[in-house]
């Protein structure tokens, strides 16, 4: 089974938060996270701002241009969404879920929402892959037993060779 993050790798969070915050710099300029970008000594105000954001900034979060691929390749071998709600915001809940039903009203039942610290809990072979993009996530599910794919969205967007060694690793991973 494939688990998709989606922040970060279905989702342009950055993009997403930029736009949100009349921001104009490129999200192709962030490696990050924005939040290290825009509020690098002060978490606790992106937290905040997060907190404060209404569903509506869930549910219009913006795809990659690569996301239908990455979907495909989830139809291909099993996939479920999984993400995290954040901290203390039912808004992000349900907004996530209306993201889906909004691009993939057919995978909607593949949702699942659990905190970081709690993805790896899922993990029930090497066959269970997580595609995300924080390295303590992918480190956390290695440990559990399962195999970590990183992803970087960066040069997932502008190198397509990229986007080839990912699915041909996640691909001989589901296969073996
Ligand atoms: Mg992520």
Redesign the pocket.
């Known amino acids: 089974m494939l688990y998709l993050?989606?922040?970060?790798?279905l989702v342009n969070?950055n993009e997403s938060y930029l736009k949100y915050m009349n921001i104009e710099t490129p999200w192709q300029d962030i490696p990050g996270l924005v939040s290290d970008y825009m509020h690098s000594n002060d978490t606790e105000t992106f937290w905040k701002n997060l907190r404060s954001f209404k569903e509506d900034f869930w549910v219009n979060m913006l795809p990659y241009s690569f996301t239908p691929e990455l979907i495909k390749l989830g139809e291909a071998v099993g996939f479920r969404f999984l993400?995290?709600p954040g901290k203390g915001n039912p808004a992000a809940y349900s907004g996530k879920a209306k993201w889906i039903e909004k691009h993939y009203p057919q995978h909607l039942d593949k949702l699942i929402l659990a905190q970081?610290s709690d993805k790896h809990l899922l993990v029930k072979s090497d066959k269970d892959i997580l595609l995300?993009?924080?390295t303590h996530?992918i480190t956390k599910w290695i440990d559990a037993g399962g195999s970590g794919v990183f992803f970087d969205a960066i040069k997932a967007h502008n190198y397509p060779y990229y986007r080839v060694s990912i699915t041909e690793n996640i691909m001989s991973i589901s296969s073996r």
């Open positions: 993050d989606m922040d970060g790798v969070f993400s995290s970081s995300d993009d924080t996530n």
